[in-house]
T-cell receptor, first 116, second 109 residues
Framework: GAGVSQSPRYKVAKRGQDVALRCDPI?????LFWYQQALGQGPEFLTY????????KSGLPSDRFFAERPEGSVSTLKIQRTQQEDSAVYLC??????????????FGQGTRLTVV | LAKTTQPISMDSYEGQEVNITCSHN???????ITWYQQFPSQGPRFIIQ???TKVTNEVASLFIPADRKSSTLSLPRVSLSDTAVYYC??????????FGTGTRLQVFP
């Protein structure tokens, strides 16, 4: 596709429910990132993949959060036993290489998760 | 990863030039400076990136002094559609991008 696609755009989950958020990166992009953005705050890093390898998961807030990218393309962020504090927008970004030098990261529109 | 400091908010009027300055005193030798723009209900969008001196594209200019401890994003002749949050980030190589709270720019008619 033309850009990074995330689905669903909106998700309402009951507390304790498991959710799965999907990210389709730009074709050919090696790097994939997940961010969490609370209302009025900047995006907070969650995890980073290079192809299928998860190289950094230091930002995952708890062991209820799990991300995978089994074939180096589509990625899924799973949140188990959702809590109200998990309510946020979850952003996915992809880039050809890393996000630092001379690379542009492309973000999806995000998935707004509301836990009730 | 270098921490950045930028104003929380700025106001401007249509047609004016807006300059947003970001300080990054601990920038590393291999770090680049990147600015992103974010509209409500959308993901951040890359605006411009530079290493030193001046970079210009069709959207903005980025001024970086010799010591690289700060940078200034310049938006020429802003319009209402430039109302957004602007983030200044530093990093290099495969570093993850660390976002601060950004600068909320409000453009008035």
């Amino acid at each position: 596709g033309a850009g990074v696609s995330q689905s669903p755009r909106y998700k309402v989950a009951k507390r304790g429910q498991d959710v799965a958020l999907r990210c389709d990166p730009i074709s050919g992009h090696v790097s994939l990132f997940w961010y969490q953005q609370a209302l009025g705050q900047g995006p907070e890093f969650l995890t980073y993949f290079q192809n299928e390898a998860q190289l950094d998961k230091s930002g995952l807030p708890s062991d209820r959060f799990f991300a995978e990218r089994p074939e180096g393309s589509v990625s899924t962020l799973k949140i188990q036993r959702t809590q109200q504090e998990d309510s946020a927008v979850y952003l996915c970004a992809s880039s050809f290489l890393g996000q630092g030098a001379s690379t542009e990261a492309f973000f999806g529109q995000g998935t707004r998760l509301t836990v009730v | 990863l270098a921490k950045t400091t930028q104003p929380i908010s700025m106001d401007s009027y249509e047609g004016q030039e807006v300059n947003i300055t970001c300080s990054h005193n601990n920038i590393a030798t291999n770090d680049y400076i990147t600015w992103y723009q974010q509209f409500p209900s959308q993901g951040p969008r890359f605006i411009i990136q530079g290493y030193k001196t001046k970079v210009t594209n069709e959207v903005a200019s980025l001024f970086i002094p010799a010591d690289r401890k700060s940078s200034t994003l310049s938006l020429p002749r802003v319009s209402l559609s430039d109302t957004a949050v602007y983030y200044c980030l530093v990093g290099g190589g495969t570093d993850k991008l660390i976002f601060g709270t950004g600068t909320r720019l409000q453009v008035f008619p």
